[in-house]
């Protein structure tokens, strides 16, 4: 009896409505993923993968940074970017009120994992104005090649 005066039957359209409400709001604010391959918000460093003709590119944007703090290795195929940022100077006198603390701090990992064609032994990274790039090789076999027509 219960059930039919506070549950009323909903029609699909409805029932899809609020589905999407609900997925609408669990990524939201709460810091889950926008879309299958992506992170949570607030991941530092935020990351971008593309790949060209000869090798897959990889950018950490991670600024303030200083590059002997950045480790960067590679193991079993995946990608680990990892390092610590340290907290900035909130001012010379301890006078000063912080009101808002956006910047964070402390110790990072971010790990992609790379396709079979990948070739670890051709890793190189550079870190310049705030952004890492790590390019990785390709192998031969992966990379395109041209074919004579006779």
């Not at 506070?6 to 990524?27: T, V, Y």
């Not at 992506?38 to 990889?58: C, D, K, L, Q």
């Not at 390092?83 to 971010?110: C, I, L, M």
Request: glycine share 8%.
């Amino acid at each position: 009896m219960f059930d039919t005066v506070f549950h009323r039957p909903q029609g699909l359209l409805e029932q899809l409505a609020q589905l999407q409400q609900a997925l609408s709001r669990s990524r939201s604010a709460d810091g889950l993923a926008d879309g299958i391959r992506s992170s949570m918000a607030g991941s530092f460093p935020t990351i971008n993968i593309g790949h060209s003709e000869r090798s897959i590119e990889v950018f950490a944007f991670a600024p303030g940074l200083d590059a002997q703090s950045i480790d960067v290795t590679v193991e079993r195929g995946v990608l680990r970017i990892s390092g610590e940022r340290q907290p900035t100077d909130r001012g010379s006198s301890d006078s000063v009120q912080v009101y808002a603390a956006e910047r964070w701090h402390g110790r990072f990992s971010r790990a992609v994992t790379l396709p079979d064609e990948a070739d670890t032994g051709s890793v190189e990274a550079q870190y310049r104005d705030g952004v890492l790039r790590v390019s990785v090789g390709l192998r031969e076999a992966a990379q395109p090649q041209r074919i004579n027509v006779q």
